[in-house]
């Protein structure tokens, strides 16, 4: 029911910085979950970061201390702040807003995806 826009993905050098925005069609206050994913070329789509209603997060090891996930109630709006970039950060990034629907069940709506690229 919710509809996700990702935007901000594009071209950086390692070791620079992005900024990726998800805006969402209505109120993110008071949903259960809200982050960010990724799939490179041959794996799985991996956790990137969550941030959750109560304001808890958590980061996939391998951006421990580079990324930060923050939102904006007011704007409807999830960031992704990419610091560091290494080659290997590649991928596309997908929006997730996950609706936690009762007896440990969750349902899960996602964005277009963004592609981000770091070369050199």
């Known amino acids: 029911q919710v509809q996700l826009v990702e935007s901000g993905g594009g071209l950086a050098q390692p070791g620079g910085s992005l900024r990726l925005s998800c805006a969402a069609s209505e109120s993110i206050f008071g949903i259960y979950a809200m982050g960010w994913y990724r799939q490179a070329p041959g794996k799985q789509r991996e956790l990137v970061a969550r941030?959750?209603?109560?304001?808890?997060?958590n980061y996939g090891d391998s951006v421990k201390g580079r990324f930060t996930i923050s939102r904006d109630n007011a704007k409807n709006t999830v960031y992704l702040q990419m610091n560091s970039l290494k080659p290997e950060d590649t991928a596309v990034y997908y929006c997730?807003?996950?609706?936690?629907?009762?007896?440990?069940?969750?349902?899960?709506?996602w964005g277009q995806g963004t592609p981000v690229t770091v070369s050199s």
């Open positions: 941030i959750t209603a109560s304001d808890s997060t």
């Open positions: 997730n807003c996950r609706f936690y629907t009762g007896s440990g069940v969750t349902k899960d709506y």
